[in-house]
């Protein structure tokens, strides 16, 4: 047994050696940027893990909907926005630095009248009373907030309009502007609307379950939006999500598939390498990418390489609700299990490879002779109340692997201090 562990270190030392002896003196590989992903339950202040809608304001400010009030993230920290704290809060939109929160009293999945909130950052700065007859859905819904307010109804979509300028009216009793209360009907042919936005032109698109539909005005009512190209041509009968990047492109989301319109219709199913397409919603970018949620997992798109997100690796929870994504490119996602957002961190080789060996020391390295091996915790994601365990294998493929695995380490110390070798390698 003995003489077999010496011989399988020795030919990984050799191995190690032929490597070594054939590098440079000197290599510069730069800074990368490496992503990771950070979660956020009511541990680090949430009101609540069941998230429904997330929202960014321009100056980065995320914003989360619980039933337990609005909450904020401001300085690594979260905290429930004050005179909202007891607000049921269902959706979100924001503009600029304000934000738009719809809430209310929900029964059977439906608000009666509801309330819809404006902040300005992060204080209340005006509330809008919807009228008892507006039934609003707390599920399969959106909340646009861009020159007007948009809010899906059980059977439409309902506009409050600017008056000169601005969706409140004069009050009679002086300077004070009080809400305007009377929605203006939009008369959508759907029944459940997804997403909705609307363009720099002032165009508004609406994701629904008939088909991805157009409005331009109350004369000239909706018209379905038809993508094709040399390869397909879908009529969107159930249309997931529909925005507008920041380069200004019209996308959708369907079951169908995805597309974007750049002087003509840019179409994209599994075979273009799609990874999924059972959506919820979408979220644009901050250079032409695009976020897409799903009920198992997040889409990545870059506009030229697909990448999916899913499992306890990347989200607290499979179905994504919503997405935000903040100016710095951080995407933010809201899940019935807490938030998770992914970002991208600079590092250096070497200060990715230390990360690894600071995990590997603090969770799977053990007895004496340092014999490494996988832990177990009690919660998938979570490394809290991690357990480690014996293996037949100690002293066998466990320090053969852990032999294999310091070659690349050692490569790059040499390669910084000629000096520095890490004394791990040698194996008892």
């Not at 191995?15 to 440079?24: D, H, K, Q, T, V």
């Not at 053990?366 to 809290?384: A, Q, S």
Request: contains cysteine; glycine residues 8%.
């Amino acid at each position: 047994m003995k003489s077999f562990l010496r011989a399988i270190v020795v030919v990984y030392i050799l191995f190690a050696r032929s490597l070594l002896a054939n590098i440079p003196t000197h290599v510069s590989v730069g800074i990368f940027q490496q992503e990771q992903r950070i979660f956020y339950n009511v541990d680090d202040g949430l009101p609540s893990n069941d998230i429904r809608d997330i929202a960014a304001t321009e100056d980065g400010t995320v914003f989360v909907a619980t039933a337990k009030g609005l909450a904020v993230f401001i300085g690594d920290k979260w905290s429930v926005v004050e005179q909202m704290e007891h607000v049921d809060v269902w959706m979100l939109a924001a503009k600029g630095n304000k934000l738009a929160v719809f809430g209310g009293t929900e029964k059977d999945q439906i608000v009666a009248g509801g309330k819809i909130y404006l902040l300005n950052r992060d204080w209340l700065d005006q509330t809008i009373t919807l009228p008892a007859r507006v039934k609003v859905p707390v599920s399969r819904n959106d909340l646009s907030f861009r020159n007007n307010i948009m809010l899906g109804t059980t059977d439409d979509i309902i506009l409050l309009k600017r008056r000169y300028g601005n969706i409140y009216k004069k009050s009679s009793k002086g300077s004070k502007f009080t809400p305007n209360t009377r929605p203006v009907v939009l008369h959508i042919p759907a029944t459940e609307i997804r997403q909705i936005t609307v363009t720099g032109a002032g165009k508004t698109y609406a994701a629904t379950d008939s088909a991805l539909l157009t409005f331009s005005s109350l004369q000239e009512g909706w018209s379905p939006v038809l993508p094709r190209n040399g390869q397909h041509s879908w009529g969107l009968h159930d249309a997931r999500g529909v925005t507008v990047d920041s380069f200004g492109r019209l996308w959708f989301a369907s079951n169908q598939g995805v597309g974007y319109y750049d002087e003509g219709w840019h179409l994209f199913t599994g075979h273009d390498g799609l990874p999924y397409n059972d959506f919820t919603m979408m979220a644009p970018g901050t250079n032409g990418d695009m976020w897409f949620g799903t009920r198992k997992g997040a889409v990545y798109f870059d506009g030229e390489n697909w990448e999916y997100r899913q499992g306890k690796r990347w989200l607290p929870d499979d179905h994504v609700r919503s997405i935000t994504v903040t100016p710095n490119g951080d995407a933010w996602f809201a899940t019935a299990n807490g938030v998770s957002v992914i970002q991208h961190r600079p590092l250096s080789l070497a200060e990715k490879a230390q990360w690894y060996e600071d995990e590997i020391d603090r969770y799977h390295r053990r007895t004496p002779y340092e014999f490494v091996l996988e832990v177990y915790v009690e919660e998938p994601g979570t490394k809290r109340n991690w357990k480690q365990h014996d293996s037949d294998n100690d002293g066998l493929f466990g320090p053969a692997c852990m032999v294999q695995v310091s070659v690349l380490p050692m490569q790059l110390t040499v390669i910084s201090n000629q000096k520095n070798v890490p004394r791990r390698l040698l194996m008892p």
